[in-house]
């Protein structure tokens, strides 16, 4: 499975961003979906995710009400809407599946994009 995020850039702080992620899964509908992210010297985080099953929605604390994970599969894509951006945001993003996922951890997601660069200034 190849996974490629996009959608990146620089915003100010309240501004939005929606991020994107294209997958090359022939049965994409039977992966659940994560973003993570890591900031520069912190370790990678988990920031939102959606299951494959009944597409269910997790997000971490800090993000919930600003940020909606959403999944397309008849595009294969999954999409992270990013609204009041704050500069803690700032991290590169990372896109990560899991076939049959029912958890979102770092090593449990057997499946990574490249990351796209998000940038939130003050």
């Known amino acids: 499975v190849q996974l490629q995020a996009s959608g990146g850039g620089l915003v100010q702080a309240g501004g939005s961003l929606r991020l994107s992620c294209a997958a090359s899964?022939?049965?994409?509908?039977?992966?659940?979906m994560a973003w993570f992210r890591q900031a520069p010297g912190k370790e990678r985080e988990f920031v939102a995710g959606i299951k494959w099953n009944d597409g269910s929605t997790y997000y971490t604390a800090s993000v919930k009400g600003r940020f909606t994970i959403s999944r397309d599969n008849a595009k294969k894509m999954v999409y992270l809407q990013m609204n009041s951006l704050k500069p803690e945001d700032t991290a590169v993003y990372y896109c990560?599946?899991?076939?049959?996922?029912?958890?979102?951890?770092?090593?449990?997601?057997?499946?990574w994009g490249k990351g796209t660069q998000v940038t939130v200034s003050s």
């Open positions: 899964a022939r049965t994409f509908s039977t992966y659940s």
């Open positions: 990560a599946a899991d076939l049959y996922g029912s958890i979102f951890t770092g090593d449990g997601m057997h499946y």
